[in-house]
């Protein structure tokens, strides 16, 4: 029986820190974190222009994640399956800040060959939330 009490307060406890764990951001609070270091207001349709084009690169954001970004996508180069970018399409979008962070880095070093401004995250964060 102690070993049921004790099983019991280990899933209690992971479901309630587990929760803690796996949010620690929201997409608007992620947009509002590259709008307050941008120099002009985030814009959607700048946002859609960034997200479809190629910037001197072989892809675009388009190119893995579709546009509009409301169903599964699949890596231009591995064929790994991603989950719909759009946060109305994939509630874990945005909400793990490390993981946006690094997904950030990684993915606009391959569309623009550098880290994406501030301002360019922001536009395009504001055209993801705009995708319902």
Request: charged letters at 20%; glycine letters at 6%; one cysteine or more.
């Amino acid at each position: 029986m102690k070993n049921k009490h004790f099983l019991f307060a280990a899933i209690a406890w992971g479901v309630v820190h587990g929760a803690a764990w796996s949010a620690d951001t929201t997409p608007q609070a992620r947009l509002d974190f590259w709008q307050a270091q941008a120099t002009s207001p985030a814009d959607v349709a700048r946002g859609q222009q960034f997200f479809v084009n190629q910037h001197g690169r072989e892809w675009s954001c388009a190119s893995c994640h579709h546009a509009p970004p409301n169903r599964p996508g699949e890596h231009a180069a591995t064929g790994k399956r991603i989950k719909p970018l759009a946060p109305a399409f994939n509630p874990e979008a945005f909400t793990l800040q490390r993981k946006v962070d690094k997904w950030f880095k990684r993915n606009c070093g391959d569309v623009v060959g550098r880290e994406c401004s501030a301002q360019e995250k922001a536009d395009v964060l504001a055209y993801l939330l705009s995708v319902k």
